[in-house]
């Protein structure tokens, strides 16, 4: 922490030593920079230290007119804390002049300096305010205390009154927020002459200790100034599981507070502030967004205007030439957000439409958004339609509540992200995760979890319905749901604890019909299934095994009845990381972890003769495939450089690399349209790839 003034800056750095007594404990190591060259030279001066912590900034205060450096400083977890004064008339001295102990099993969470007054607030279920009178540095004395509910974090001192903010659970929530007026005009006998509570149960302020100044705004009483405090907020609300931020407003009178109105804003809110001397009218800022208030009427404050600064983006659509975005916090309530395709980031959209979707995946049919959302907190999941026949005027239309007794489960899974969904013409097939360990012979588990894969109708804008369910074989374990032509696909394991082994099958579901779906016989298989030719005559698998070091075989089978017959098979060496199929060829990517150099292959295969066409060395430790769209095959690229490789497939026998595009982390999805890449990537918006043609 620093102390700054005009002509020092003192640094405090928190340590721990072997004290006097032979035990150990924390201590505070000061440093003194001389600033006072008007040239801009610095010039180190004296260390010094005392026992115990500083907390803050708030915590430490020079004075050039006395030479005086004083701390505060917290002597243990609920051991109290100290007042410790230096002369220090020049940088390069500093000596001991008092130490004055506030000996109580509390801790320190707050200290102020004002004149020859210092304010120190110790906590456990009640707050001490001790108030110390230092006039007399040599002898600095405990002059008076005040016990109160809770505990301060930060003193702002206005003369005679102390306004202070803090938490407490008075009113039956734990840790909210609450702003006090306090009386020190007689010293020995502080007052608490009035508080007010706001927040929900655990809310705080998105900033640093050192930075509360900037954050909490007191503006004096009239005709002084405003008589407005500004709070702004987040908090955590157990009863709905979601965050919420904003603005607190409170009026300030000389003898009381007055709880005003709350605005609430998206993204970590870290500052308010008027933009005139009566407070009218506010700016808001988060790492979000930055926002106008009218506060006229303090009691309902009214968003004026918003700009995004940082718009988070979960996925995205291209829809009559707009980009259509699921924004927000992922696991909050979202909004859908429409801007022009080729601004994906612009910070004033062209319209926006709430959608309170948390943890929801968007599916695109035709001009309209489907959004399968789960509220984690009370397990309910439901589809949500939006129209975006108009972009610039997006509507909402149906909704379809989804049986909450389905929608969570540690071992079935859940819907939304927790499972997977494919949408198929109008209807939106989705499987729950699933994973079933059979239980010996002598332990009661009780029956296997369902496997299944319910099917919704979206046919009706206005009215999606449950379609049908189709119960899967018994397996261990079952994934990839994915469709090719009029079929959905996906794998399940089959164990034989006897055997000490098990088999892979392929499950079909035919869904030309979704009200009547037909599950075909599952097919044994070598491998996981990862693509099939558009009339399911044709499958593709890939098999990994340890033959001659790590190995994974892309195999091609012929689909007759309930019998695949392989017909070819290519090795690639290492272990799979994603595969693709076009029409001819597939491409996958392998990583071989077997020798002392982690080394990843990107590989094509004819899919008529199932003959390893190319083979070429992937750049970076670590990269899946993440998309074929577009005649481009898109490796997403981990741990050292993140970024996104792009492979032409001009000539799909040889991938031929066309670039790399660095990212701020992982990116969420790919979607190629009109000769770009958007790149969908939570917090740091979309970016975009011109690709090649």
Known sequence: HANVTAERITLAFAGWEQGGAGGWGPVTNFRVIDISDPGGALRAGTAFGCAGLVNDRWGMDFDAATGLFRAVVATGWAGGAALQIWSSPTPDAAEPLSRLAVEIAESLTAARFDGSRVYVVTAQRTDPLWAIDASDPVHPWIAGQLAMPGQLDFIEPRGDRLVALGHTNEAGLPFQLAVSLLDVADLAAPKLLSRAIFGSGWSWLSVRPDDLRKAFLVFDPPPAGAGLILVPLQGWDPATWKFAGGTQLLDLGRDALTLQGFLPHPGAVTRAFPVETSGQHLVALSDESLQTIDATDRAAPVELARIDLSRSVNALAIVRGAAVELAGDWARAAELVVTDALDPDAPAPLARVPVAAPSAALYQDGDVAWLLAQDWYTGRAWLQAVDLADPLHPVLRGRLDLDPADAVGAIRGWWGYGGEAVLVGHALAVHRAYWWWPCPADYACGPAPRDEVRVFDLSDPDRPRFASAVAL?????????????????????????????????????????????????????????????????????????????????????????????????????????????????????????????????????????????????????????????????????????????????????????????????????????????????????????????
Do not use: C
């Open 473 to 693: 074989p018994q397996g261990t374990w079952s994934w990839g749901l994915t469709a090719f032509g009029p079929y959905l696909w996906l794998t399940h394991y089959e164990w034989d604890g006897r055997a000490a082994a098990g088999r892979y099958f392929v499950d079909r579901i035919d869904l030309r019909d979704p009200l009547s779906p037909v599950l075909l016989p599952k097919v044994n298989v070598p491998g996981v299934f990862f693509a099939a030719s558009a009339d399911g005559a044709r499958i593709y698998t890939l098999e990994s095994g340890w033959e001659a070091g790590s190995t994974t075989w892309m195999h091609g089978l012929l689909l007759v009845g309930d019998r695949a017959r392989l017909y070819g098979s290519a090795p690639l060496k290492g272990y799979p990381a994603g595969a693709a199929a076009g029409e001819d060829f597939a491409w996958a990517v392998s990583t071989d972890w077997s020798g002392q150099v982690v080394s990843t292959r990107l590989a094509a295969v004819a899919l008529g003769s199932m003959a390893l066409a190319s083979e070429q060395p992937v750049e970076g430790s670590w990269a899946w495939l993440a998309e074929a769209a577009g005649g481009k095959v898109f490796l997403q690229a981990g741990w050292g450089d993140q970024g996104i490789l792009i492979y032409d497939l001009g000539e799909p026998a040889r991938p031929t690399f066309e670039r790399f595009v660095r990212t701020q982390g992982w990116v969420s999805d790919i979607v190629v349209a009109g000769g770009w890449a958007y790149l969908p990537s939570g917090p740091y918006g979309v970016p975009m790839v011109k690709l090649a043609p």
